[in-house]
């Protein structure tokens, strides 16, 4: 009984899988004058029925409709081991930040000649990270200290930073004298508003100081090769010389901040 229920479950996914795009179909589900559907994401994208050619109708197909609303969707990552399955309202979201979801090293996007052919699942990254470029990952504990060098001269450096059980990658480019400064939030792109960093310089005796604070930046923005340097933050070598220390080198502190939900 338990097989044929699930063969049952099987044949309505099948049904409502869009033609066009092989993502399952939620309402509204378009339907053609032959008797074909698409899904909302593609209906826009055509004039008429890919299938048949035909007319779409102004009515959708109903029954397919309450169907959907009926059943329970699995995670499109299944097949890399997601187990869950959502209502129909609930899947996409999931989706977004399922742990199952197919990901390249990280290390791979920084610019680097370092190349590094990992692939895995969202959720390994980190162990991925830990174990195969563990010179690059640091521990976060609440606030992070950098020294930077004594000289002003050009500097590219990045670390992966955990904190709040998610992966950070913050940067440092010095450049014609001027430091660029970026936190990228290594996760799913609709969680990166979430986080913010500040980056303070004071004097040994805390009597001057610079504090800045910027929001983290999504992973996904690095491909874009103008995002440096206008998603970075900004600081000028000159107006930091004086918060030097006595061997010349400068402190700067990093603290990473999250919003409440
Ligand atoms: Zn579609
Ligand atoms: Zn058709
Ligand atoms: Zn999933
Ligand atoms: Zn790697």
């Not at 995670?75 to 869950?84: A, F």
């Not at 979430?194 to 005796?205: A, F, G």
């Amino acid at each position: 009984m338990q097989t044929a229920a699930s063969d049952i479950c099987k044949s309505v996914l099948r049904e409502l899988q869009c033609p066009a795009c092989k993502q399952y179909m939620v309402p509204p589900i378009a339907l053609c004058l032959g008797g074909h559907n698409i899904c909302s994401n593609c209906r826009p994208t055509v004039s008429s029925c890919p299938t048949c050619k035909q007319e779409f109708l102004q009515t959708g197909n109903i029954s397919l409709e309450n169907l959907s609303l009926q059943i329970k969707f699995p995670c499109r990552y299944s097949n890399y081991g997601c187990q869950d399955t959502f209502p129909y309202n609930g899947f996409r979201e999931h989706e977004a930040i399922c742990g199952y979801s197919p990901q390249t090293c990280p290390v791979d996007y920084m610019w680097l000649k370092m190349v590094c052919t990992w692939t895995g699942i969202s959720k390994d990254v980190k162990e991925h990270l830990h174990t195969a470029h563990k010179e690059l990952c640091e521990d976060y504990n609440a606030q992070h200290l950098l020294l930077l060098p004594r000289s002003n001269d050009s500097l590219y450096t990045y670390k992966f930073l955990f904190a709040f059980n998610e992966i950070f990658c913050f940067r440092l480019i010095i450049q014609c004298g001027v430091m660029y400064f970026v936190l990228h939030y290594i996760g799913a792109a609709k969680n990166d508003l979430k986080y913010q960093y500040k980056i303070m310089v004071s004097d040994n005796e805390d009597t001057e100081s610079v504090v800045v604070t910027h929001l983290a930046r999504s992973f996904t923005g690095i491909e874009d090769q103008s995002f440096f340097p206008k998603n970075c933050l900004k600081l000028h070598c000159d107006h930091l010389e004086r918060f030097k220390n006595k061997k010349g080198k400068l402190p700067v502190l990093l603290k990473i901040l999250r919003f409440d939900d």
